[in-house]
């Protein structure tokens, strides 16, 4: 496990035992020794505080037993547990799709367009689907593929769906026609009511992995 994993580790099990804790800090009853040590590594990184003797004698109190060790996170490490999580994923963390979802993988171009319609969102008559946001937010790249990855319900594959319709209508054909391909489903007006409309087809591709835009 890299360093800065461990970091986070730490970090997350303080938050968690913080927020079970009435009183907000995680003493040693919370805790094995041998995590006690690890946190010693965030404590010295200023990520961490440790209770001081007079705040560990209120805690023995609160405990009706002795306190000898506890800890909480500090205000910067809690900046840095939000920005681990909320993070984009890297090519060696490649996300895989939970119940309901496919890995979608998006080119370049693809992405650009995907990228405009969700910082649209207040302005569409049809936004984008909910969470597909923060999907793209969160994407890795793979620059081996020269794809975006993303793990996307059905509902949120036809919400890119329609923001590369928008793209196709104002600028560029491909990047829909080729997701059309890849993952069976497009935009098209209504013969009968002109509003666009979700086409659902048999995929007959995937995205080739060895070209790129």
């Given at each position: 496990m890299r360093s800065s994993e461990k970091r986070i580790t730490v970090l997350e099990v303080l938050h968690e035992h913080e927020r079970a804790a009435r009183h907000a800090w995680v003493v040693d009853e919370a805790v094995p020794a041998s995590f006690q040590?690890?946190?010693?590594?965030?404590?010295?990184?200023?990520?961490?505080?440790?209770?001081?003797?007079?705040?560990?004698?209120?805690?023995?109190?609160?405990?009706?037993?002795?306190?000898?060790?506890?800890?909480?996170?500090?205000?910067?490490g809690r900046d840095v547990l939000a920005y681990a999580h909320a993070r984009p994923v890297t090519e060696s963390d490649e996300p895989q799709p939970g119940p309901g979802e496919r890995l979608v993988e998006l080119r370049p171009a693809q992405m650009s367009a995907v990228r405009v319609f969700v910082s649209l969102a207040h302005e569409l008559a049809m936004p984008p689907a909910d969470g597909l946001a923060e999907r793209v937010r969160?994407?890795?790249?793979?620059?081996?593929?020269?794809?975006?990855?993303?793990?996307?319900?059905?509902?949120?594959?036809?919400?890119v769906a329609y923001g590369l319709c928008l793209h196709r209508l104002t600028s560029s054909e491909a990047e829909a026609n080729r997701f059309a391909r890849d993952y069976g489903v497009a935009y098209r007006p209504d013969p009968v009511t002109r509003q666009p409309t979700s086409v659902v087809s048999r995929v007959v591709s995937r995205p080739d992995a060895a070209s790129e835009d």
């Open positions: 040590q690890s946190a010693e590594s965030v404590v010295r990184e200023g990520l961490a505080e440790l209770a001081d003797r007079d705040t560990r004698a209120e805690l023995s109190v609160l405990a009706a037993r002795p306190v000898r060790w506890a800890a909480r996170l500090t205000s910067h969160t994407a890795s790249f793979s620059r081996t593929d020269n794809r975006w990855r993303l793990c996307l319900t059905e509902e949120q594959i036809t919400s």
